[in-house]
């Protein structure tokens, strides 16, 4: 069935070119501080997300070598259980592609091409979208594709989440969902994109699932005469065997396997969109220094919302210019239902923390799948509507209307990221030093702090995963009955006597009891070597901690302390 309206007859293959083009240009100057020092520079704002790609992408370029393993389990940290990868965030679907990248040029350059790619391609995956199935104007379609790829939700995440960057397959997700019945393949062909967006990110697939019904449904009432209902549910059962069946083992070992738990951490769906981020600027756009609001979100990777007033008023006029047209009705009321959806579960107005009242995502918080939601993501479902209504205006009235639609856009153009220097990778591990200590396959112990050090990550992805960790920066079953997740290893005793004397830097005398439990976490986790990187906070006091423990020195090797246990 045909919703979005008249289809265009295809000109100029060329101005297809030039808006992949444009958007790929864009891109790349908003990357080029990764670009410029791949080895030292991370993004600013969430370098341990960063870590953690790289060691997903180097995984996914050592499954591709013929490294071995599981590729849906992994024993390359959190030894020796291990981490359950469909649970966290594996992104195949991208890492393998790109493996050849990966295995020349390294995990950093491919987060950084990913990045550049993802907003890229989701801008001409809209643009396509928007030219073949709701306006003629190749300028409409680039302007509303454009901001659909760089939109203040999306650019956020190039700050550390690539799979929320890489968002190219939806478009084509909703195309073919709302396919003409001219389309005999259409239910085969969303079946095999849905299957391949679950190893992207299945979040932003159920996102989709979520707003594509609320969109249709809408629709459908609107042109209920109209609409080929048959068609639809015909592609939309065919889609759902293909995805099952392709899909099938890998979520039951996402949900049931090693590793499985239900839910992710307490914490993280309490994130939700403060009412003043709906009017403010991204810290990552050019209105980002004249927002007149504070501390509105959850972090810097988490401005989802941040449209800015002029946008939030345009979106509402063209609302209501366009009401009589059911596509931009429907595609409206979408936005409105995401973005209020996207609250959370308590109502906070400019001010991250102070809660006014229960929010309208607290009815849902707690249901299956429902509670593997962060909810200040949801309105990214609003991003496409708006920038439908963006294409529309454009189309209509260039002359009264683009001024309009480009003054509202100027304040939230992204900036180039914001990166910071993180410490030379020493010659421990690119020398490969470690080799001659982890000779019996054991674990190695990178001291840990807090679980958000993800210092061994960034080595260990540096290093090609040639070693397993202990420990690791990942979500698995925490100890509660009700199986929530939690973020890292549940704790043992050394992990949070070292943490203790990192925070502190006094080093106390360890009990008899400490020193059993050390040897027993040590056994427990197979260490063959303990590590302390030169950048250890209170490094003097942790080293002095570990001598004690141990009863023996370390050794001083390729800028990093080191206790052979395996000697």
Same mark, same amino acid.
């Given at each position: 069935?045909?919703?979005?309206?008249?289809?265009?007859?295809?000109?100029?293959?060329?101005? !297809?070119?030039?808006?992949?083009?444009?958007?790929?240009?864009?891109?790349?100057?908003?990357?080029?501080?990764?670009?410029?020092?791949?080895?030292?520079?991370?993004? =600013?704002?969430?370098?341990? !997300?960063?870590?953690?790609?790289?060691?997903?992408?180097?995984?996914?370029?050592?499954?591709?070598?013929?490294?071995?393993?599981?590729?849906?389990?992994?024993?390359?940290?959190?030894?020796?259980?291990?981490?359950?990868?469909?649970?966290?965030?594996?992104?195949?679907?991208?890492?393998?592609?790109?493996?050849? %990248?990966?295995?020349?040029?390294?995990?950093?350059?491919?987060?950084?091409?990913?990045?550049?790619?993802?907003?890229?391609?989701?801008?001409?995956?809209?643009?396509?979208?928007?030219?073949?199935?709701? %306006?003629?104007?190749?300028?409409?379609?680039?302007?509303?594709?454009?901001?659909?790829?760089?939109?203040?939700?999306?650019?956020?995440?190039?700050?550390?989440?690539?799979?929320?960057?890489?968002?190219?397959?939806?478009?084509?997700?909703?195309?073919?969902?709302?396919?003409?019945?001219?389309?005999?393949?259409?239910?085969?062909?969303?079946?095999?994109?849905?299957?391949?967006?679950?190893? &992207?990110?299945? =979040?932003?697939?159920?996102?989709?699932?979520?707003?594509?019904?609320?969109?249709?449904?809408?629709?459908?009432?609107?042109?209920?005469?109209?609409?080929?209902?048959?068609?639809?549910?015909?592609?939309?059962?065919?889609?759902?065997?293909?995805?099952?069946?392709?899909?099938?083992?890998?979520?039951?070992?996402?949900?049931?396997?090693?590793?499985?738990?239900?839910?992710?951490?307490?914490?993280?769906?309490?994130?939700?969109? !403060?009412?003043?981020?709906?009017?403010?600027?991204?810290?990552?756009?050019?209105?980002?220094?004249?927002?007149?609001?504070?501390?509105?979100?959850?972090?810097?990777?988490? =401005?989802?919302?941040?449209?800015?007033?002029?946008?939030?008023?345009?979106?509402?006029?063209?609302?209501?210019?366009?009401?009589?047209?059911?596509?931009?009705?429907?595609?409206?009321?979408?936005?409105? %239902?995401?973005?209020?959806?996207?609250?959370?579960?308590?109502?906070?107005?400019?001010?991250?923390?102070?809660?006014?009242?229960?929010?309208?995502?607290?009815?849902?918080?707690?249901?299956?799948?429902?509670?593997?939601?962060?909810?200040?993501?949801?309105?990214?479902?609003?991003?496409?509507?708006?920038?439908?209504?963006?294409?529309?205006?454009? =189309?209509?009235?260039?002359?009264?209307?683009?001024?309009?639609?480009?003054?509202?856009?100027?304040?939230?153009?992204?900036?180039?990221?914001?990166?910071?220097?993180?410490?030379?990778?020493?010659?421990?591990?690119?020398?490969?030093?470690?080799?001659?200590?982890?000779?019996?396959?054991?674990?190695?112990?990178?001291?840990?702090?807090?679980?958000?050090?993800?210092?061994?990550?960034?080595?260990?992805?540096?290093?090609?995963?040639?070693?397993?960790?202990?420990?690791?920066?990942?979500?698995?079953?925490?100890?509660?009955?009700?199986?929530?997740?939690?973020?890292?290893?549940?704790?043992?005793?050394?992990?949070?006597?070292?943490?203790?004397?990192?925070?502190?830097?006094?080093?106390?005398?360890?009990?008899?009891?400490?020193?059993?439990?050390?040897?027993?976490?040590?056994?427990?986790?197979?260490?063959?070597?303990?590590?302390?990187?030169?950048?250890?906070?209170?490094?003097?006091?942790?080293?002095?901690?570990?001598?004690?423990?141990?009863?023996?020195?370390?050794?001083? &090797?390729?800028?990093?302390?080191?206790?052979?246990?395996?000697?």
């Amino acid at each position: 069935m045909l919703l979005l309206g008249k289809r265009l007859v295809l000109g100029d293959r060329r101005w !297809d070119l030039v808006a992949l083009a444009s958007f790929l240009l864009f891109a790349f100057v908003l990357t080029l501080p990764l670009w410029r020092d791949l080895d030292h520079a991370v993004p =600013e704002a969430n370098q341990n !997300d960063h870590a953690q790609f790289e060691f997903v992408l180097a995984r996914a370029a050592k499954l591709v070598s013929g490294g071995g393993g599981d590729w849906l389990l992994t024993g390359d940290m959190n030894a020796p259980l291990g981490v359950n990868m469909m649970a966290n965030t594996a992104v195949l679907g991208l890492g393998i592609p790109l493996a050849p %990248v990966t295995l020349l040029a390294g995990p950093a350059a491919t987060f950084a091409l990913l990045v550049l790619l993802g907003m890229a391609l989701t801008a001409y995956g809209w643009y396509w979208v928007f030219s073949r199935r709701l %306006v003629e104007s190749r300028l409409a379609a680039a302007i509303g594709g454009a901001f659909c790829g760089f939109a203040p939700g999306v650019v956020t995440h190039t700050q550390g989440h690539p799979n929320w960057v890489a968002l190219f397959l939806l478009p084509f997700v909703v195309h073919l969902l709302f396919a003409p019945a001219s389309n005999r393949y259409a239910g085969v062909l969303l079946g095999l994109i849905m299957s391949y967006q679950v190893f &992207i990110n299945e =979040e932003s697939l159920f996102f989709t699932g979520l707003g594509s019904a609320i969109f249709g449904t809408l629709y459908a009432l609107l042109r209920w005469n109209e609409v080929d209902k048959a068609r639809f549910f015909t592609n939309l059962g065919i889609a759902a065997a293909i995805t099952g069946v392709v899909a099938a083992y890998p979520l039951w070992v996402q949900f049931t396997g090693p590793g499985s738990y239900h839910g992710v951490p307490e914490f993280t769906t309490s994130y939700g969109n !403060d009412l003043a981020s709906f009017f403010s600027f991204s810290t990552h756009s050019l209105g980002g220094s004249f927002s007149p609001f504070g501390n509105i979100a959850a972090n810097r990777t988490e =401005e989802n919302a941040f449209f800015g007033v002029p946008l939030v008023i345009l979106f509402l006029a063209l609302a209501v210019i366009f009401r009589k047209r059911p596509v931009a009705l429907a595609a409206s009321c979408t936005a409105v %239902v995401f973005a209020v959806l996207s609250i959370g579960r308590d109502i906070i107005i400019n001010g991250y923390g102070d809660v006014t009242a229960p929010g309208p995502w607290e009815p849902f918080a707690h249901l299956p799948l429902f509670d593997s939601v962060v909810p200040t993501r949801l309105v990214l479902v609003a991003i496409p509507c708006v920038g439908l209504l963006l294409a529309l205006a454009v =189309e209509r009235s260039r002359t009264v209307l683009l001024p309009l639609v480009l003054a509202a856009l100027l304040p939230i153009v992204p900036l180039p990221m914001d990166t910071k220097q993180i410490p030379p990778i020493p010659a421990y591990i690119t020398g490969h030093e470690y080799r001659a200590q982890l000779t019996d396959g054991g674990s190695m112990l990178v001291v840990p702090g807090p679980w958000t050090d993800t210092t061994n990550l960034r080595w260990a992805a540096r290093s090609g995963l040639e070693f397993p960790l202990a420990l690791g920066y990942f979500i698995g079953p925490g100890p509660e009955e009700d199986g929530r997740g939690i973020f890292g290893p549940q704790k043992r005793p050394t992990h949070l006597l070292i943490a203790d004397v990192t925070a502190t830097g006094v080093t106390p005398v360890p009990t008899a009891e400490q020193r059993a439990a050390f040897a027993a976490d040590l056994a427990f986790w197979q260490t063959s070597v303990i590590v302390v990187p030169a950048e250890h906070q209170n490094r003097e006091a942790v080293k002095m901690l570990l001598a004690d423990l141990t009863g023996r020195p370390p050794t001083e &090797i390729g800028g990093v302390t080191v206790w052979d246990i395996a000697r």
